[in-house]
């Protein structure tokens, strides 16, 4: 008996040993395809636009002179605007969404510029970059007009609708403040505007005719129906200045009189402890509520239209649907997208103040190169639309991107190891680091829209010759 259950213990041992079969694991999902983008671009690097007579009231020496006339593309800002048309290439060429080498096929970018001679030549430097050596790409902008009239897409106030009232505005305004305006829009508010005063004027025996900190604190008319005036306001365009006159390679020894540093870090560092003033002030005059919807609701209402056709719904009368899984809003109806139909870039060539309208009205803050929410030339607010394949539904990912000044300053190449700053935001109805749905994020972004603002249709266009 013991035999027998020895001689059974032996053969189980030897029997090959049963495995548990391991549970199935579902394939781990395909990656997103990016399938199209909308960009919208400020224009790239430009002298003042405001004239030397009226510049030299505020500092004790006079302001330099520029190559090319107020604002218009500068040389330097061209090669600058080419790099990152270079690096938008690479940048869609690693996502998939063009071929690594050849001219664009017809129809495949569609560019879209306001009238002003810098947007126009830097579109045509960023596709220069982009697309070298190929059949230059046609830039639709409004037809011209004697008046030399601006496109109303870029500049809805005033050139189709009236600015908010003036009290409406002005309380607007001192909202936004939130605190006494003789401390929001002064130094007692805001002491870089004591550095600022030492670089225009040093000598306290050899004063500006008016000098920056003695500006009068008040309220008046505005593009969009009121404005504030005080030390900062008038500090906003000339920090501005004071930067483009760094980023356009002048000497160190000609920006801002050799007064903001002897080295390119210690400009940089100055600019980051200036470009504060700009920020706050030119935020103030177009993320305030009432002047984001009033600037912006019209060309985001485009944008968003244009985004749903691109999805595959209709987006207006006589439009067709491309493809599945299109998302339809019904207050976009009547809004015509940007451009035909078929595209897979789209590019706004606009103003710094069309970002930030657009950043106001969605809620979207960026940080890059040390700042907070800046709009320096050539920066963008790119929408993009991924999926996944076989999915119906797309997703959103909206991103600021924006060359540091040392890369504007030297014009550097750009590539995929030396990018601009590239910071990925958060859609207005979305999560953090999550997907976003194309569908909650028009849903979402259409109530920031203000209908008092929004012209459905788009100014004439024609090629640019």
């Not at 909206?398 to 890369?407: D, E, G, K």
Request: glycine letters at 8%; one cysteine or more; hydrophobic letters at 40%.
């Amino acid at each position: 008996m013991r035999l027998f259950a020895a001689f059974l213990l032996l053969l189980s041992l030897a029997a090959p040993a049963q495995t548990k079969k391991p549970a199935h694991k579902p394939a781990p999902a395909a990656p997103a395809e990016l399938k199209f983008v909308l960009i919208l671009s400020r224009h790239g690097i430009r002298p003042p636009l405001t004239e030397n007579a009226r510049l030299n009231d505020f500092s004790a020496n006079a302001w330099p002179q520029w190559e090319v006339a107020l604002g218009e593309l500068t040389p330097h800002g061209n090669i600058a605007m080419q790099q990152m048309g270079q690096y938008l290439r690479l940048r869609y060429v690693e996502d998939g969404l063009f071929p690594p080498g050849g001219c664009p096929a017809p129809g495949e970018i569609y560019l879209y510029s306001d009238t002003d001679h810098r947007n126009l030549d830097s579109t045509r430097a960023t596709f220069n970059g982009f697309a070298p050596n190929c059949e230059r790409l046609d830039i639709d902008r409004m037809a011209p007009t004697p008046d030399n009239k601006r496109d109303p897409l870029f500049n809805t106030v005033p050139y189709t609708f009236t600015a908010p009232p003036a009290a409406t505005a002005e309380a607007a305004l001192r909202t936004a403040l939130r605190v006494d305006p003789n401390i929001a829009l002064t130094e007692r508010g805001n002491p870089e505007l004591n550095e600022l005063a030492h670089i225009l004027a040093p000598d306290p025996a050899h004063q500006p005719a008016k000098p920056i900190l003695k500006q009068p604190v008040s309220f008046g008319p505005g593009t969009y129906g009121a404005s504030a005036r005080g030390p900062l306001v008038s500090a906003s365009s000339l920090v501005e200045d004071l930067e483009l006159e760094y980023i356009d390679a002048k000497p160190l020894a000609q920006v801002g009189w050799g007064r903001l540093g002897s080295t390119d870090q210690q400009v940089d560092a100055t600019l980051l402890r200036l470009l504060p003033l700009h920020i706050k002030a030119f935020g103030l005059g177009l993320r305030t509520p009432l002047f984001a919807r009033a600037a912006g609701s019209s060309l985001l209402a485009h944008i968003l239209a244009t985004l749903q056709r691109a999805s595959g719904a209709p987006s207006s009368p006589g439009d067709s649907i491309a493809g599945q899984g299109g998302v339809s809003i019904q207050s976009l109806k009547n809004v015509r997208p940007i451009g035909p139909a078929g595209p897979k870039l789209v590019y706004l060539s606009g103003h710094d103040s069309n970002l930030f309208a657009i950043g106001g009205l969605l809620g979207l803050h960026w940080h890059a190169d040390s700042r907070n929410d800046d709009t320096p030339p050539d920066s963008q607010l790119a929408f993009e639309l991924w999926q996944h394949p076989g999915a119906s539904e797309y997703d959103i990912r909206i991103r600021f991107r924006a060359q540091t000044l040392m890369q504007l300053r030297s014009a550097e190449t750009l590539s995929l190891d030396n990018p601009p700053n590239d910071v990925e935001l958060t859609p207005t109805g979305c999560v953090a680091h999550h997907p976003c749905p194309l569908s909650t994020f028009l849903r979402t972004a259409e109530h920031a829209l203000d209908p008092a603002f929004v012209k459905p249709e788009l100014a004439p266009v024609t090629p640019e010759q």
